[in-house]
């Protein structure tokens, strides 16, 4: 008997640690890369990491880590390497041509993960035109042979080359893409138009904070919740109804470090669903050590897009994950309260908005989070 079972695909991550950066920090960068890669299907098993005052224009690390990172693939029969910044197409080709691997950046995995994520019509046009808009200046180096012609009527036009025949292909393609979206946004225009005038109540936030499981909690529904990166894509709309206070509610994409410019471009019809919210509801993983640099990355995300000055209850989820930090003064943690609290004081002080410290799984405090909705809810609607 074979086994035909398909191989899970091998990866490095690689990545450039700034001189002003922690590698605390660049670990937690390289552990977001790593769970990118599981959630693609890759097995991680191994890390390289330099620290560099910026990138090498030419192969991002410098030439002693490039051929360390050669020896290690030759020697390990690695698939892939994976790069966690983006990397202009003469990096891929320089790298390309010293490692015999497939080479993937940041923005690559990415877009992978959500095609293979997306599941309606729309989108699967958003992420296959974002990853069309990525390629067409990266073409260059799927070819070496650009000196043929072909020529004659209905084909390429005469000395036409085969790069440039490619790139107007996917210059066709990415115009027709265009044109699909834009119809498609129309009807999601006209659709949400033609909704009552009930509160419109958004999910935001950085992706696997658990808005999902939040959704379906307050909703009773079932909208798939993993414990991977881009469980959603679409978003989903649910009607809520609260001591008699009806509500849309609607889960969104979560936003990440580094989320690919192609991708917020192509999604702008699905967060049109964010910017028309008359309130936002913004999910943190309080468990995460590096929950306030998400939380500064979706307010970031948010900027970017235009939403602004709305609305906003902060929700602190996963609290049955915290832990208290650990003190080089064994006394230290004596003189101070228990962390949750100290949490709360801190960020209730910090927000005007409303804060509300939950756990999604284990239905903790959600009573105050309904509380809160409703009171909100009805707060716009008097405004």
Known sequence: MFDTAKRQERAVLVSVVSSSQKMEQAEEYLDELSFLALTAGAKVVKRFM?????????????????????AYVKENEI????????????????????????????????????????????AKFQVELAQAQYMLPRLTRMWTHLSKHKGGIGMKGPGETEIETDRRVLRNKITKLKERLDLIDRQNTTRREK?????????????????????????KSDVLAENKLFATLDSTVRKVVFENVPFLITDTVGFI?????QLIECFKSTLDEIREADILLHVV????????????????????????????????????????????????????????DRLKNTWMAKESAPVIFISATQKMNIDELRKTLVKIVLQQKTA
């Open 257 to 261: 470090r580094k989320l690919p410019h």
């Open 79 to 122: 698939d892939m390497l994976i790069f966690d910044d983006e990397l202009s197409p003469s990096q891929i080709r320089n790298i390309e041509t010293t490692i015999k691997c497939k080479i993937l950046d940041r923005s690559n995995l990415i877009l992978d993960i959500f095609a293979n994520r997306a599941r309606t019509a729309q």
């Open 50 to 70: 330099q620290r560099l005052q910026y990138p090498n224009p030419r192969t991002y690390v410098g030439d002693g880590k490039l051929n360390e990172i050669e």
């Open 195 to 219: 909704r009552d005038d009930k509160a419109r109540v958004t999910l935001v936030g950085y992706t696997n904070v658990g808005k999902s499981t939040i959704l379906n909690l307050l909703s």
């Open 285 to 340: 993983d309080v468990s995460h050590t590096g929950f306030e640099e998400q939380i500064d990355v979706v307010n970031n995300t948010l900027a970017e897009i235009g939403v602004t000055n709305k609305p906003t209850v902060l929700i602190f989820n996963k609290i049955d994950q915290l832990k208290e930090p650990t003190y080089d003064d064994p006394f230290a943690a004596e003189e101070h309260a228990p962390y949750i």
